[in-house]
């Protein structure tokens, strides 16, 4: 299976702040990686996939990068509503992956 | 409306079973893959497994933690999804989330809100 590593685990940072997340996969993905947003007691939802590639109706605060094994997000201006937990995922092989999450706490 | 909706969660003994179903509303059902993602409390995401389209055969696939307990079917005359769940242990207590998957791009584009599952004695 491959392992998706993330850090960090979690974060604080102020409204305005350039907030770096970064995901390490195990072996090669190419860029098939995913990022997640979860909301506190929502259900996920998709911000970046193919690593760089920004989903439909999210802020362009957001951009992703990055291509084998080593992958990162990046919220360029962190805004109240960015707080949460930020997920990767893996889609080059099965079983799919996540990262165990970065949590974003604003200050 | 373009949604997910899962229902058929609750509190169910250790060794027992459930199915949770996916109605799906505002798209074609039948183009997509369909992924079911857990997440157990406090903790992260878990991918539990998919069903392909007919034109791949309807094949699943598993996560290990699953494998030969859960079994993922669809209905596309229905646009719903199934998960049925057997020999449930207190380690499958989680909300289970059912996605769609993206063609191509193998990403899951559309969430439901999730249904709990609580297995205890």
């Known amino acids: 299976d491959i392992q998706m590593t993330q850090s960090p685990s979690s974060l604080s940072a102020s409204v305005g702040d350039r907030v770096i997340i970064t995901c390490r996969a195990s072996q090669d993905i190419s860029r098939c990686l995913a990022w997640y947003q979860q909301k506190p007691g929502k259900a996920p939802e998709a911000l970046i996939y193919s690593a760089s590639s920004l989903q439909s109706g999210v802020p362009s605060r957001f951009s992703g990068s990055g291509s084998g094994t080593d992958f990162t997000l990046i919220i360029s201006s962190l805004q109240p509503e960015d707080l949460g937990t930020y997920y990767c995922q893996q889609c080059k092989s099965y079983p799919v992956t996540f990262g165990g999450g970065t949590k974003v706490k604003i200050k | 409306e373009v949604q997910l909706v899962e229902s058929g969660g609750g509190l169910v003994q250790p060794g027992g079973s459930l199915r949770l179903s996916c109605a799906a509303s505002?798209?074609?059902?039948?183009?997509?893959?369909m992924d079911w993602v857990r997440q157990a409390p406090g903790r992260g995401l878990e991918w539990v497994g998919r069903?392909?389209?007919?034109?791949?055969?309807?094949?699943?696939e598993y996560a290990a933690s699953v494998k030969g307990r859960f079994t993922i079917s669809r209905d596309d005359s229905k646009n719903s999804l199934y998960l049925q769940m057997n020999s449930l242990k207190t380690e499958d207590t989680a909300v289970y989330y059912c996605?769609?998957?993206?063609?191509?791009?193998?990403?899951?584009?559309?969430w439901g809100r999730g249904t709990q599952v609580t297995v205890s004695s």
């Open positions: 505002g798209f074609t059902f039948s183009d997509h893959y």
């Open positions: 996605a769609r998957v993206r063609d191509n791009s193998w990403y899951l584009d559309l």
């Open positions: 069903t392909r389209k007919k034109t791949n055969g309807y094949t699943t």
